[in-house]
C-alpha cells in the first residue's frame, strides 16, 4: 500500500518522552541570544515551577504590562533574512507562514498558512493558503511603503526570492531546490490570488516543510523590501507580528510594543517587551536575582538552575541542548591534508575534560549530528567507542606525518562578549593540543567580522564556532557537503562525492526508516575522515523566569498544537 503523504504520516505519530525532550531544546525561555550561544532558544519560557509555593497565582491571562529580558550578546542585526544575531527578536517582529513542533515534527497553523497541500506523489508542489486580514503595523515613517496594509501572497513571493538570494542567507540548500537563481525563483514561485501562495521544486526536499518554520523565513511585505533594499532592514523593523520595534539600540537594549494591528483578537496581552543587553554574565544573573529582569537571559550553570529550581519565587525547564561547538578544518592546506594529522587532532583531544571543566559534569558526546537529536544521532556507546583520548597514537601519528616535534598553527574563533564559554572550550583544546607537540595560537575575531570575512569565505586553517542549533538532520550533515550549507560551496574545502551522495539522498527519503539509515550510514563515514569539522560535547539548557511570568511554551515539551505564535499569549501579573 502507498504511504500516506510524509507530513500526514509525521502527525499521527506518537513521540517518545525523550525524542521530544532533545527536539524541543531550543525552545528556550526569552530566547536570549540563543541562536548564537545555543543557551536557550528562540522561543518563549516555561511556566511551571516547583510543585509547592506559596503564591496565588491568577487562574487566567491578565492583559497588560510588559516584560524585560536579559540579553547577554548584542544584537548585530534583526533583519530576519540576513542577519543572526537577533532572529529570536524577528519572531516577535514578523509573520511566518506557520509554527513548527519539533519533536512531532509537524507545522502549527496559527500564523499566516491556514494549511498546506502537497498535491503531487513526490512532493514538490507546495500550495499555501493565506489567511485574511494579517495586516502590517501601523509603522510612522513615511518613506516606508506598506503600513497597515494587509500581507498577501505577493509579499510572500517576494521574502521568498529575497532570503532564498541574498548574499549572507545562512543556509540556500531548500532555496536552491526552487531555484538555482532570482529569475528560476521568480518562475517557480506562483501567486494566483491574494491569499493562495504556490512553488514548485525543481526535485524532493524532505527538510523544506522545517525549513520554512525556521526564523530566517520571516514573510516581510514586498513594499518594506522594495523601499528598503538600499539601506536594509538591519536596524529598523516593520512587520505584522504581535509586537513592532519601539527603539533598537543592539548594543544596549531593545524595546518593542504591541501591534494593534495584530490579527488575533485582543493579543498580545503584553503593551511590551524589552531586552537588557548585558554581556558580563555574573552581572546579567544579579540583576535578574534582583528582578530587575523577569526572564534571565544568563547562560545558567546546572548550580544555577539547581538553586532556582528549589526557590519558589521562579519558575525553571531544562532540556538537552542542539548547540553544538566543532573545530573547522581547512582540509586542503598542509597540514591539515594529510588525514593523519587530522586524527591526530581528533584522538588528542579529551571529550571527558570538556564535560567535567565546562559543563559541569553534565553532558554527552556529539557525532556529526549532535546527540540530542536522538533520533538522529549515533548511539552513545559507539561515539564514545570512537572518540577515545590516545595522547600517545597522536604523537605516533604526526611522526609518520613527517611532524616527529609537532607543528605551530592558528585556530581563530568568534569574540562574543559574555559568552566566556566558547573561549574557554579553545583554550582547553589548545591547552590539549599543546600535549602531543601541536602549538596553537588563539586569535579572536569580533563576531560579525568572524562570519563574514573568516568563516564564510574560509579564511582560515582552524577554526572554532558554535554552529547554530537546529532540529532537522539535514543541517549539520549540510555541513560536510561539498556545496556546504549556502549550496554554493564548502569553506572548508572538503569534497567527498560518496558521502555527497548519501546526504543528497537522505534529503529525498520520505520513508523514515530509510532515511535514518542512510544518516547512520553517512556520519558513519564522517567519523572516519576527522573532519573537516571535529565535534565535540553538547550539554543542557536551563531556563529560569520569576513565578508571575506565564508562558504556553517551555523548553522541555513540545507547543501544543493549538498554540499562538511566539510571544502572542506571554503574560504577567505585575501588570
Known amino acids: ?323 553544538y561547538p566543532v573545530v573547522h578544518i581547512k582540509v586542503i592546506r598542509a597540514p591539515f591534508d594529510d588525514i593523519k594529522v587530522r586524527e591526530a587532532l581528533d584522538i588528542s583531544i579529551n571529550r571527558d575534560d570538556i564535560i567535567n571543566i565546562i559543563s559541569g559534569g553534565q553532558g554527552q558526546y556529539n557525532g556529526p549530528i549532535q546527540w540530542a537529536q536522538t533520533k538522529w544521532a549515533l548511539p552513545q556507546d559507539e561515539l564514545r567507542s570512537f572518540y577515545q583520548y590516545q595522547p600517545d597514537k597522536a604523537r605516533q601519528l604526526l611522526s609518520d606525518a613527517g611532524y616527529p616535534n609537532g607543528f605551530h598553527t592558528t585556530m581563530k574563533l568568534p569574540k562574543i562578549t559574555g559568552v566566556s564559554f566558547i573561549a574557554d572550550i579553545a583554550s582547553l583544546l589548545k591547552d590539549q593540543w599543546s600535549q602531543v607537540g601541536i602549538t596553537v595560537d588563539l586569535q579572536e575575531v569580533e563576531l560579525g567580522t568572524f562570519i563574514g570575512s573568516v568563516l564564510l569565505p574560509g579564511n582560515f586553517d582552524l577554526s572554532f564556532f558554535p554552529n547554530l542549533p537546529y532540529d532537522e538532520p539535514d543541517r549539520p550533515l549540510s555541513f560536510y557537503s561539498s556545496l556546504g550549507v549556502t549550496g554554493a560551496g564548502n569553506w572548508t574545502n572538503y569534497s567527498n562525492p560518496d558521502l555527497d551522495k548519501l546526504i543528497n539522498l537522505q534529503a529525498t527519503q520520505f520513508n523514515e526508516d530509510e532515511r535514518k539509515a542512510t544518516i547512520l550510514a553517512a556520519q558513519r563515514m564522517i567519523l572516519n575522515e576527522h573532519g573537516p569539522q571535529l565535534t565535540l560535547t553538547g550539554d543542557y539548557s536551563y531556563t529560569a523566569s520569576w513565578y508571575y511570568v506565564h508562558s504556553p511554551f517551555r523548553i522541555d515539551k513540545d507547543p501544543a498544537t493549538d498554540s499562538n505564535p511566539n510571544g502572542v499569549d506571554l503574560w504577567t501579573e505585575k501588570v
Not at 502527525?11 to 545555543?38: C, D, E, K, P, Y
Not at 547577554?72 to 540576513?82: A, F, M, R, Y
Not at 529570536?88 to 514578523?94: G, I, Q, S, V
Not at 508542489?125 to 501601523?138: A, D, E, M, Y
Open 1 to 323: 500500500m502507498e504511504e500516506l503523504n510524509y507530513w500526514q504520516r509525521l502527525a499521527r505519530r506518537r513521540v517518545s518522552r525523550r525524542t521530544l525532550i532533545g527536539a524541543s531544546a531550543t525552545t528556550a525561555l526569552g530566547g536570549a541570544a540563543a541562536m548564537i550561544v545555543g543557551c536557550g532558544g528562540g522561543g518563549n519560557g516555561g511556566t511551571t515551577g516547583p510543585s509547592a509555593t506559596p503564591h496565588q497565582t491568577a487562574s487566567a491571562p491578565v492583559a497588560g504590562g510588559s516584560i524585560t529580558m536579559g540579553r547577554p550578546v548584542t544584537v548585530l542585526g534583526i533583519d530576519p533574512h540576513i542577519d543572526l544575531t537577533g532572529l529570536d527578536l524577528d519572531t516577535y517582529l514578523y509573520p511566518y507562514l506557520y509554527s513548527w513542533q519539533p519533536a512531532a515534527e509537524k507545522p502549527i497553523y496559527n500564523n499566516l498558512a491556514l494549511e498546506q497541500e502537497t498535491p503531487d506523489p513526490n512532493n514538490l508542489i507546495f500550495i499555501f493558503n493565506l489567511r485574511q486580514g494579517v495586516k502590517n503595523s501601523p509603522w510612522t515613517d513615511t518613506h516606508v511603503h506598506g503600513a497597515g496594509e494587509e500581507i498577501t501572497s505577493a509579499d510572500c513571493k517576494a521574502s521568498f526570492i529575497r532570503r532564498g538570494t541574498s548574499i549572507s542567507a545562512p543556509d540556500k540548500r531548500f532555496p536552491r531546490k526552487i531555484g538555482k537563481d532570482q529569475a528560476a525563483m521568480e518562475q517557480a514561485i506562483e501567486t494566483p490570488d491574494p491569499y493562495t501562495f504556490r512553488f514548485t521544486m525543481a526535485e524532493p526536499f524532505v527538510p523544506a516543510i522545517r525549513e520554512m518554520a525556521n526564523p530566517t523565513w520571516a514573510i516581510v511585505s514586498e513594499k518594506v523590501i522594495n523601499d528598503t533594499l538600499g539601506h536594509g532592514l538591519s536596524q529598523v523593523a516593520y512587520g505584522a507580528g504581535p509586537f513592532m520595534m519601539q527603539d533598537f539600540n543592539g548594543n544596549e537594549r531593545v524595546v518593542m510594543q504591541k501591534n494593534p494591528n495584530y490579527f488575533i483578537k485582543d493579543r498580545p496581552y503584553l503593551n511590551g517587551i524589552t531586552d537588557v543587553v548585558i554581556t558580563d554574565n555574573s552581572s546579567l544573573l544579579s540583576a535578574f536575582k534582583q528582578g530587575q529582569h523577569d526572564i534571565c537571559g544568563a547562560i545558567l550553570t546546572l548550580d544555577d538552575y539547581k538553586d532556582f529550581s528549589n526557590n519558589p519565587d521562579y519558575n525553571t525547564a531544562t532540556a538537552p541542548n542542539l548547540f
